[in-house]
């Protein structure tokens, strides 16, 4: 089974230009979410799509945003690139349950991640 | 604010010894947490994860401690295999019991060394 594929997995912008990265989930999870990983540091938590909704947001700015498509597959967006943006961008998918509490979704499997240059 | 934290950048072990790796965090909201090991060039991959209402949970060789009074995890490995070597995250969420959507907050990692 095909596990979460991000594309492009490579690539290098300059400052003020803008960058999307793709992300296509494992087939039956409909959750969605992106982290940034700079380097030396743990992935911070930037959005999270289930069913085309967006759940969560992290403490980022405005430049960026995220969707979500009718086939679950996801693209995060940023615009007005600037050095501070260089990082690694990881996508994961996860099923979502249903419990007595609501809603909840179980272990996040992430993709290889795109790495992303900005100069 | 960093609300989980791994205070040990780096841990280096004998193959077949136990390695032990922890975990703090400060947000009590917290209820479900975590491990996730990275290779380079690959996303992290999930380890084990242990709910609030639970102190213990093994799985093979892993084993995740939760002390919620002490707000602190670990990550037992027993025994450690040069396969291991990687880097290991901590993560938290808080809701329901689960990844809360899967929003998790990640420690800074620790970076396991197994010598044969």
């Known amino acids: 089974d095909a596990g979460v594929t991000q594309s492009p997995t490579h690539l290098i912008k300059t400052r003020g230009q803008h960058v999307t990265l793709r992300c296509s989930p494992i087939?039956?999870?409909?959750?969605v979410s992106w982290y940034q990983q700079v380097l030396g540091q743990g992935p911070q938590f930037i959005f999270q799509?289930?069913?085309?909704?967006?759940?969560g947001r992290g403490n980022f700015p405005d430049r960026f945003s995220a969707r979500q498509f009718p086939n679950y597959s996801s693209e995060l967006n940023v615009n007005a690139l600037l050095l501070g943006d260089s990082a690694l961008y990881l996508c994961?998918?996860?099923?979502?349950?249903?419990?007595?509490?609501?809603?909840?979704?179980?272990?996040?499997?992430f993709g290889e991640g795109s790495r992303l240059t900005v100069l | 604010d960093q609300q989980v934290k791994q205070n040990s950048p780096s841990l280096s072990v004998q193959e077949g010894r136990i390695s032990i790796l922890n975990c703090d965090y400060t947000?009590?909201?917290?209820?479900?947490f975590l491990w996730y090991k990275k290779y380079p060039a690959e996303g992290p991959t999930f380890l084990i994860s242990?709910?609030?209402?639970?102190d213990k949970n093994e799985d093979g060789r892993f084993t995740v401690f939760l002390n919620k009074s002490a707000k602190h995890l670990s990550l037992h490995i027993v025994p450690s295999q040069p396969g291991d070597s990687a880097v290991y995250f901590c993560?938290?969420?808080?809701?329901?019991?689960?990844?809360?959507?899967?929003?998790?907050?990640f420690g800074q990692g620790t970076i396991l060394t197994v010598h044969p």
């Open positions: 994961a998918s996860s099923l979502v349950y249903k419990g007595l509490a609501g809603e909840y979704t179980g272990e996040l499997f």
């Open positions: 087939s039956g999870h409909k959750s």
């Open positions: 799509y289930y069913e085309k909704e967006e759940r």
């Open positions: 947000n009590s909201m917290f209820d479900y």
């Open positions: 242990i709910s609030s209402i639970k």
């Open positions: 993560a938290a969420s808080a809701g329901a019991g689960g990844t809360s959507y899967g929003k998790l907050t």
